[in-house]
């Protein structure tokens, strides 16, 4: 059971706050709040918003966190944080001081993180929490509108939720407006400059395409559907504004959690060994910490990956090895330098790439796997011949990398209202049952005939749902 | 240094009233019911669970609440961590339940396959499954009740009874009102003492008013027995599909009388061109070569029913699974066996199962029995699992009680 007081907490919470400004760190006011593992549990199932809409997936989410803590299968996380200004962290009450004193350090790193990485820049951090409550509000409302109702609610919810993350990966990147779209395609269709043209004929203007919808592939299958769809209500396009709001918060989280992990885990050791604690403490921290950092054997635990990548970029630009000094040369930046850059313009998949050098996936022993049969077998290892397509094939997995995806090509194929959709497949096939469900939830939201282009086993092929049903189509 | 952190401390009361996800999972037990109701027709068919105990755990597969979404199939590879040795060819795990992933996600944050399973209890399935079947009919009508003496029950007490219910305390309490009143009378009216003359106290002897017996009354309790008749064909033509048909049927028939009566019995009887009494697991598995008679079947359950379940003690319910292929010849003995069951059933149903595409080349029994003219027969045809429940409900809307 717990053995402090609140105003321990705050004291080191003090102690820690002056580590973390010395270390350079910054960040968003903080605000903790201790809970027991009920709350716990509950804030969990509600990704830690202290309010969300309500939907029957959040209860099905309870139910299986709390069986799986129940039959101790897993436990429950040290802390939660909600990347928001100012940001609010869970502590479990029933925590030991050590525990609460390590997550303090560690939730400090991920504030840190949230401030200053820019995947998070477009997110509006210090609306994140009232959105949340004004989504929730709206959904109330609705499903309590008796002309609406639960039921309708939800049928709009759930095609929401399926599609939820076919949406813009990178959302620092601006969209372009359909007219920006028209007018670059005109521009497009100019001739060109040509200092020669009294010699040369005179080139045959062809008049650019600026009727089609959308002109571009368009990867908000959501937003896309609600712009385009003109029977839905206005409480059903504000359902699936609702949804891809949220789904922009979830995007800079998923798609930098190693990276995130890895800089809290990093920081928290910095921190908590810079406080000299007394013995029995710092014992407990390291049992705990390495607890958190221990690699899964088969799978990649993302504190430790990330943790292993930040220490090797800060060790290789303040005490780089000779062969390092005579393979890169001689670090421009000091090692500090290199990791707030770093924090402040990567994301998982630049991050991999950039910094996971081969010795590292050497001495992390990655492999990668494929399915032969019904057993999941090693084909590739870190060696010289084979960390590139390991490497790869992790970044490819990566953050948003294990979602399809699917961009919108046409809002009314064969002049038929038919939606056009296609699958960018880079060798990994759609699996075809979730395939088919999702489908017919476009449907639903579409209302019309709903097609995907994809390649099933190396054939060009044709996903279809009509009023008839599901159906696959081989394409020429 | 930002303004000061804020801690919020814990408190029971906040703590109480939160159960914030409880809207939530209500709703998502709902559609976890609904799903099993859904798939209700694979989960019989795929368990032995006619006359199992009713605490049995069955896996249910929910398939209406998954979470669907884009996700990549099976020839996407993967990449994990090892132990420091892994080398090409090892194996590292299985497909499908636990493929290693990347590691556990915040919630919500990562699509996955999601499995999806529920342990539900036999008795609740039932429930589940008969919540929402109309049967007005059945309803209204009373069930044939059979009064039984059961045991005594204590109903207040008497002044006279037999020696063995004498309730000692209660006699023993009234002797004490009355010595009380006694001396009370004794005092105010200044009568002598209670004290005898050699000076000891007066003998104060119980009186035949003091006795008090304990009174029973024989509690009548309705007993209601009903026997089932599953009677089925098992001759060659009988497949297995069928026979997953004709199970799926027994099983509602023998539940939904379970709930009604409190003492349900059940009879296997196979038939070919003979018939058998058989246990269940012969019944549904076992296959016998050969032809058909039908009007055998009928004639072994009118024997069993005749030698252990009187009509005028047990409900009778009898039903009969073929796919219709008679021999000619036994069409009017058929016929005549089948009147007769109708006549001491309380329902007597006859099933063709004939799954889909093979009724337009094979005889049917449903022509010959269209000429049965009883209020508690009914025919019905199965072609696929989706006509078992309205067949089931069609056959009990004829049920009649007997006088």
Redesign the interface.
């Known amino acids: 059971m717990a053995n402090y007081e609140?105003q321990d907490?705050?004291e080191w919470?003090n102690r820690v706050?002056?580590k973390a400004?010395e270390f350079g760190l910054?960040?968003?006011?903080?605000?903790?709040?201790?809970?027991?593992h009920?709350?716990m549990l509950?804030y969990?199932?509600?990704?830690g918003m202290p309010s969300h809409y309500?939907?029957?997936?959040?209860?099905?989410?309870?139910?299986k966190?709390k069986t799986l803590y129940d039959y101790g299968v897993?436990g429950l996380p040290y802390e939660m944080v909600i990347a928001s200004n100012?940001a609010i962290a869970y502590l479990m009450?029933d925590n030991s001081l050590l525990l609460q004193i390590l997550t303090i350090a560690h939730v400090y790193g991920h504030n840190d993180f949230f401030k200053n990485n820019f995947t998070f820049k477009s997110n509006r951090a210090e609306l994140t929490i009232e959105r949340f409550k004004a989504h929730a509000l709206r959904v109330r409302r609705y499903m309590e509108d008796p002309s609406i109702g639960?039921e309708k609610v939800?049928r709009i919810l759930d095609g929401a939720?399926?599609?939820?993350?076919?949406c813009r990966r990178n959302l620092a990147i601006r969209k372009v407006g359909r007219e920006e779209q028209i007018e670059r395609a005109v521009e497009a269709a100019q001739p060109r400059q040509d200092p020669f043209s009294r010699l040369h004929a005179r080139p045959e203007y062809h008049a650019p395409e600026t009727n089609k919808v959308p002109l571009e592939p368009d990867e908000d299958v959501l937003l896309f559907i609600r712009d385009h769809n003109p029977f839905l209500q206005e409480w059903e396009q504000d359902l699936l504004t609702i949804v891809d709001e949220e789904t922009k918060y979830?995007m800079p989280?998923?798609e930098t959690?190693i990276m995130n992990e890895g800089w809290a885990s990093y920081w928290h050791k910095k921190i908590v060994e810079s406080l000299d604690l007394e013995q029995g403490l710092h014992l407990e921290f390291i049992v705990r910490h390495n607890q958190v950092l221990r690699?899964?054997?088969?799978?990649?635990?993302?504190y430790?990956?990330g943790f292993k990548i930040w220490e090797d970029i800060y060790r290789r630009y303040t005490e780089p090895t000779p062969e390092e000094l005579k393979r890169d040369g001689a670090p421009v930046k000091s090692g500090t330098e290199k990791i707030f850059e770093a924090r402040e313009v990567e994301r998982d998949s630049s991050f991999l790439r950039r910094y996971l050098t081969e010795d590292l996936m050497r001495e992390?022993?990655?492999?990668?796997?494929?399915?032969r049969g019904?057993?999941?077998?090693?084909?590739?290892?870190s060696d010289e011949e084979g960390w590139k397509t390991?490497k790869e094939?992790?970044i490819k997995?990566?953050g948003t990398g294990?979602?399809?995806i699917?961009k919108v090509e046409d809002a009314d194929f064969g002049h038929n209202r038919t939606l056009y959709l296609k699958?960018q497949h880079d060798?990994?096939?759609?699996?075809?049952e979730?395939?088919e469900?999702?489908i017919s939830?476009i449907y639903r939201l579409w209302g019309r005939e709903c097609v995907i282009e994809t390649s099933l086993?190396g054939k060009r092929s044709l996903l279809c749902f009509n009023d008839r049903g599901f159906s696959v189509r081989a394409l020429k | 240094m930002t303004s000061d952190t804020i801690f919020r401390e814990y408190r029971i009361s906040d703590a109480e009233r939160s159960d914030r996800s409880a809207g939530d999972r209500l709703r998502h037990r709902e559609k976890v019911r609904e799903s099993i109701r859904e798939n209700i027709a694979d989960i019989i068919a795929e368990e032995s669970i006619i006359g199992k105990n009713k605490d049995k755990i069955i896996k249910v597969p929910l398939r209406g609440i998954k979470e669907y979404r884009f996700i990549y199939g099976d020839n996407a590879p993967g990449v994990g961590q090892g132990d420091g040795n892994a080398q090409p060819g090892q194996v590292v795990g299985k497909t499908g339940k636990d493929a290693p992933g990347q590691g556990e996600g915040k919630a919500g944050d990562r699509p996955g396959v999601d499995y999806y399973e529920t342990d539900v209890t036999l008795d609740e399935l039932i429930e589940i499954m008969f919540e929402d079947l109309e049967l007005p009919n059945l309803e209204r009508r009373a069930l044939r009740e059979i009064e039984t003496d059961r045991f005594a029950k204590r109903k207040g007490y008497r002044h006279v009874g037999i020696r063995v219910r004498l309730d000692k305390r209660r006699t023993a309490r009234q002797r004490v009102k009355r010595v009380l009143a006694t001396q009370h009378r004794r005092a105010t009216q200044g009568l002598e003492t209670q004290k005898d003359a050699n000076g000891n106290e007066r003998r104060f002897p119980f009186h035949q008013d003091d006795l008090r017996y304990k009174h029973l009354e024989t509690d009548v309790r309705e007993e209601s027995n009903a026997a089932v008749v599953c009677i089925m064909d098992t001759s060659g033509s009988m497949d297995t599909m069928k026979k997953y048909l004709a199970r799926s049927f027994f099983f509602l028939l023998y539940q939904f009388i379970s709930t009604r009566y409190r003492n349900v019995e059940i009879v296997f009887v196979a038939h070919h061109t003979e018939a058998n009494e058989v246990t269940e697991d012969e019944f549904f598995h076992k296959g016998e070569a050969g032809g058909t008679f039908i009007s055998s079947g009928y004639q072994k359950a009118l024997d069993i029913i005749a030698e252990r379940y009187h009509p005028s003690l047990w409900n009778l319910y009898a039903f009969h699974c073929s796919d219709g292929d008679n021999f000619d010849s036994d069409n009017p003995a058929a016929l005549r066996a089948a009147k007769e069951l109708s006549e001491i059933c309380n329902l007597f149903g006859y099933g063709e199962i004939k799954p889909l595409g093979s009724r337009y080349y094979e005889s049917s029994m449903l022509n010959v029995f269209r000429r049965l003219e009883a209020p508690n027969f009914q025919a019905v045809l199965i072609e696929r699992k989706e006509d078992i429940w309205p067949s089931f409900k069609a056959f009990l809307s004829k049920d009649r009680v007997k006088e």
Not at chain 1, 161 to 166: D, E, K
């Open positions: 609140i907490l705050v919470d706050r002056e400004a910054t960040w968003f006011p903080q605000e903790f709040e201790i809970c027991d009920v709350g509950g969990m199932a509600y990704s309500p939907h029957w997936s959040y209860g099905k989410s309870y139910e966190l897993s100012p009450r639960i939800e939720h399926a599609l939820n993350f076919q979830f989280l998923m959690k690699p899964n054997p088969g799978q990649i635990n993302p430790h990956l992390l022993d990655m492999f990668q796997y494929e399915a019904d057993e999941l077998v090693i084909d590739k290892v390991v094939t992790l997995n990566v294990s979602i399809p699917i699958h060798g990994r096939d759609l699996q075809l979730y395939a469900k999702t939830y086993q």
